[in-house]
Structures are given as C-alpha cells and as structure tokens.
C-alpha cells in the first residue's frame, strides 16, 4: 500500500474505533471517488435497527446517486473483509479496488469478488484487527447477529 491508501485506511480505522467507543460494531468504509475522499460510513445496524446497515452500504448511500463511470474509478477502503451482502454491491456498482483493513477476524466472499475482477488489497492492518479482535469477544451474541450467525450457549 502507498501512504495515502495507508491514510485512508487509518481514517477508516478511527470511525470504526469512534463507533465501537458507543458501543457499536467497530467497522467502517470510506469511498474515494478519482482520487478525491467522497464520503464515509459505519455499521449502524444496531443504531437505525436496520439488518443492512452494514458499513459498506451506508458508506454507498451516503455517497448518493453517483454515475456508474463514478463507481467505475473508485476505490473503497473498509476496515474489515466485506460480507455477501457488501460484496454484492461492491460488485453491482463494479467498484474495481477494495482496501481491506483485515480478514483475520472475518473474512467474506473474497474469492469470488476477485473472480469477478474486483482488485483487493489485504492490508492485515494491527490496529483494525485488534480492534475487531476484542469487539468480538466483548460482545459475541451481537457480533453473530451482524454476520447472520446462529450460536447457542453451551
């Protein structure tokens, strides 16, 4: 990664950790747009009572009604492997380079965006997989309703 990924990156990485600082699932997604930041977002999931969203999809609402030639030379930076449900808009929207912050903790349907020519760096970054580490752990019933999990209490 260059610095500016790795700065782009690190801002994901504070909102995520601002989220988590409330309580809330620390992830988070900027979208750059030709090299310009556009917009950002978190997982609000357990703000707005909504199941999807997740940060990448707030990070695409936020941004608004962007032309496909616009999503065509974007990059998303997020700080956690994308789930199916991210990885699909990523893909329908051809977001061609997606920053991964880490996959350490969770890692979604990575394969297949590539074989659909989505480009990804796995960035393994210390500070976004520590901090997803312990938010699992914490909280490990909420973390399994975000990813669709069912886990029953031994």
């Not at 991210?86 to 920053?99: D, H, S």
């Not at 074989?115 to 901090?131: H, M, N, P, Y």
Request: charged content about 25%; aromatic content about 8%.
């Amino acid at each position: 990664m260059n610095p500016v990924d790795e700065a782009l990156l690190c801002e994901a990485y504070h909102l995520a950790k601002e989220n988590a600082q409330f309580g809330y699932l620390p992830i988070a997604s900027i979208l750059v747009v030709e090299k310009r930041l556009y917009t950002g977002g978190v997982n609000e999931r357990v703000q707005r009572n909504d199941p999807t969203a997740h940060a990448e999809i707030v990070c695409l609402r936020n941004a608004g009604r962007l032309s496909p030639a616009a999503f065509r030379k974007s990059v998303l930076y997020t700080t956690l492997s994308p789930c199916d449900m991210c990885a699909g808009a990523i893909l329908l929207y051809k977001i061609p380079l997606v920053i991964i912050g880490e996959n350490r903790n969770f890692k979604g349907p990575e394969k297949y965006l590539e074989s659909r020519g989505v480009k990804l760096v796995r960035a393994q970054d210390k500070d976004c997989i520590a901090l997803m580490k312990e938010f699992i752990e914490k909280n490990p019933a909420l973390w399994n309703e975000d990813i669709g999990e069912i886990k029953t209490p031994r």
